[in-house]
């Protein structure tokens, strides 16, 4: 795992006594392959920084914001935010990058907020069978995750592991992508899934990235 480590670095070099900020007690940042472009993914180290306002909202009506239980189902990994950055630095590493992608599951208007280093954006729309027809659903089985169709069945014993997250763990996005490709016969141990999302990722005060920076 290609981690830049800083910690000690980065309390050595503080400007004042406040003490560093790190990811864990071994790692201070890392840096992910985000649109070709290496970022530093760390948390802010302002000690008065507060979530956003978009991940503030404690009381979303349910249905639809209902909180999603720790294991979506059957095979399928749930993952933390340590886990969830192993996956991003592999995904930029050129012998995982055709076995492994990270996931952004929301619509653009959420995504021009900020995304997560590291992550491609598919809309959740994309992979929903009442928002998209077979023939984009396919595209993406085999353009993007690698599955190949074979006799009108799907193949994946070469396909991706994919990684999926949205908003949180009151987000329904990436749960019903995950259960539609369930229902494809896509492999559950090749599917994880980062139930914390957005909202956690903005609590921990962790790097975000917006489209075009």
């Known amino acids: 795992m290609a981690l830049v480590i800083l910690l000690a670095a980065a309390a050595a070099g ?5 003490p560093p900020v790190g990811i864990s007690s071994e790692m201070f940042s890392v840096e992910v392959l985000h649109e070709g472009k290496m970022v530093t993914i760390q948390r802010a180290q302002a000690p008065d920084n507060k979530v956003s306002a978009d991940y503030a909202l404690t009381s979303r009506p349910c249905p639809p914001f209902c909180i999603r239980p720790i294991k ?9 935010e340590l ?12 012998e995982h990058k055709q076995a492994l992608l990270v996931i952004d599951s929301r619509t653009p208007d959420w995504v021009a907020k900020g995304t997560i280093p590291g992550s491609v954006n598919i809309p959740w729309t994309l992979l929903n069978p009442d928002t998209s027809d077979p023939l984009t659903i396919a595209e ?19 396909a991706r592991t994919l ?17 539609t490709l369930l229902r494809y016969g ?14 956690d990722w903005e609590v921990l005060g962790l790097t975000t990235i917006k489209p075009g920076d």
């Not at 503080?14 to 406040?18: E, H, L, P, V």
Request: glycine share 12%.
């Open 14 to 18: 503080a400007a004042d006594d406040t």
């Open 163 to 179: 990684v999926f997250y949205c908003n949180g763990m009151w987000c329904g996005q990436s749960p019903r992508n995950i259960m």
């Open 186 to 199: 896509y492999p559950a141990h090749k599917i994880k899934w980062y139930r914390g999302g957005m909202q």
């Open 72 to 80: 979506l189902a059957p095979g399928v990994e749930t993952i933390g």
């Open 140 to 158: 993406i089985l085999r353009d993007r995750f690698g599955a190949v169709l074979e006799d009108e069945l799907w193949d994946y014993g070469a």
């Open 83 to 94: 886990e969830m950055i192993d996956y991003l630095v592999k995904a930029g590493q050129p």
